[in-house]
Nanobody
């Protein structure tokens, strides 16, 4: 059983900063890509940022230059440092991991797992 648990969300004023964390636990063989998505009310879920096990990163256009994704491979944890926050960054933020596990037939397979989400609200 694999779980992803996010933390670090909350209420912050415009221009402020927050740091989100997401820790993966369970019978993990390895993790390839970890990513953050967000979903605002009435909108589709969108990619915020992603990072490979080798450290290559990708960002959504709306957060480039303001957000930084990083990961600790030894701790199976991914972080999202969010600076210069704007009201339009308000959303539920979800962690996603592409995680390899050993199935019951002993083959290694990759599955996508999601965290439960953490609310980020940017408001004065």
């Amino acid at each position: 059983q694999v779980q992803l648990v996010e933390s670090g969300g909350g209420l912050v004023q415009p221009g402020g900063s927050l740091r989100l964390s997401c820790a993966a636990s369970g019978s993990i063989f390895s993790i390839t890509v970890m990513a953050w998505y967000r979903q605002a009310p009435g909108k589709e879920r969108e990619l915020v940022a992603s990072i490979t096990s080798g450290g290559s990163t990708n960002y959504g256009d709306s957060v480039k230059g303001r957000f930084t994704i990083s990961r600790d491979n030894a701790m199976n944890t991914v972080y999202l440092q969010m600076n210069s926050l704007k009201p339009e960054d308000t959303a539920v933020y979800y962690c996603k991991g592409h995680i390899r596990i050993r199935d019951s037939d002993y083959f290694i397979r990759e599955y996508a797992y999601w965290g439960q989400g953490t609310q980020v609200t940017v408001s004065s």
